[in-house]
């Protein structure tokens, strides 16, 4: 396995003064988006981190798995910083009239799962398909420099720096479930389950967030999804062979298909952009 050294920065972007209510350059449909995936962050990312956690339990305490257990505690310090910014994130959503329905959808699925005592395996699987859908998403933002061009620079920088580490940490919850003896089929069977339930959970969100938003109705709102969705570097045609690739019988998060390569784009960013945080460990 890997062991790539994946700091936990702390994010110098001050939230406390509220964004502009169309942060991403005025277009209302990019902007619910965007809020709409900030909303499931803070459940979700606990969720993985929960998975990973109680995931290097059911490893022997040996030395082969020392530094496994290390990346997977570099990941938990990662996410949880994530979660803490997306919280003063979405607290000033909240601030604006939106309404998070995304985080209540997603603990009650949790909670499901609990009271059913699913195993810990295919938590695991769960967290390995979600991280990949976000290291995809990732790469596109750092990728296409026209996705966050006309954005507020504050917000801009928030969504670069998230995307840097969810490259950064992307095989992290995948190696734990392998060396857990984690198998492809329910790799694959979690990973359809996932890409459904995200598509359904981030559509019916946006659309929430745009009623609320008093934009849903109007024509430029729908004119900016097709663009968003099917445009010049739309996420459609960005999207949808990376990811494919998770279907492949030999896939590995760290297997790159483009060049500059991901990892090369993040810490590019993070190089370019040293101001905007600090490492703390
Ligand atoms: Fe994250
Ligand atoms: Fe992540």
Redesign the pocket.
């Known amino acids: 396995m890997t062991t790539p050294h994946i700091p936990i920065r702390k994010l110098e972007v001050d939230l406390s003064q509220g964004f502009a209510r169309h942060w991403h350059g005025g277009d209302a449909f990019r902007t619910q988006y965007y809020n709409a995936l900030s909303m499931s ?1 803070p459940v979700g ?1 606990q969720s993985f981190i929960d998975a990973v956690r109680e995931g290097v339990k059911l490893l022997p305490d040996t030395p082969e798995h020392a530094a496994l257990r290390h990346t997977v505690a570099q990941f938990i310090g ?2 949880a910083t ?1 979660r803490h910014v997306h919280g003063l994130y979405n607290a000033q959503l909240e601030k604006q009239g939106l309404v998070n329905r995304w985080q209540h959808w997603a603990n009650w699925r949790i909670a499901y799962g609990q009271k059913k005592g699913i195993n810990v395996r295919h938590l695991l699987a769960i967290t390995a398909a979600y991280e990949h859908c ?1 290291a995809v998403f990732a790469d596109g933002t750092l990728r296409y420099s026209s996705w966050f061009e006309a954005a507020d620079p504050a917000m801009r920088t928030l969504w670069r720096w ?1 995307s840097a ?2 490259t950064e940490h992307r095989a992290v919850a995948f190696e734990v479930y392998q060396a857990v003896g984690g198998n492809h089929a329910w790799r694959i069977r979690w990973y359809l389950y996932v890409l459904v339930l995200f598509a359904f959970d981030a559509l019916r969100q946006t659309v929430l967030n745009l009623w609320h938003d008093g934009t849903l109705f109007k024509p430029s709102t729908w004119w900016n999804a097709a663009t968003f969705f099917l445009g010049r570097n739309g996420t459609l045609w960005r999207y949808t062979g990376p990811l494919l690739t998770y279907f492949k019988r030999d896939f590995h998060p760290d297997q790159e298909h483009a060049l500059p390569s991901a990892q090369d784009l993040a810490q590019g960013w993070l190089v370019a952009n040293a101001g905007s945080y600090r490492v703390v460990r």
Do not use: A, D
Request: aromatic share 12%.
């Open positions: 962050f990312e990662q996410e994530h976000t998230h580490e969810e």
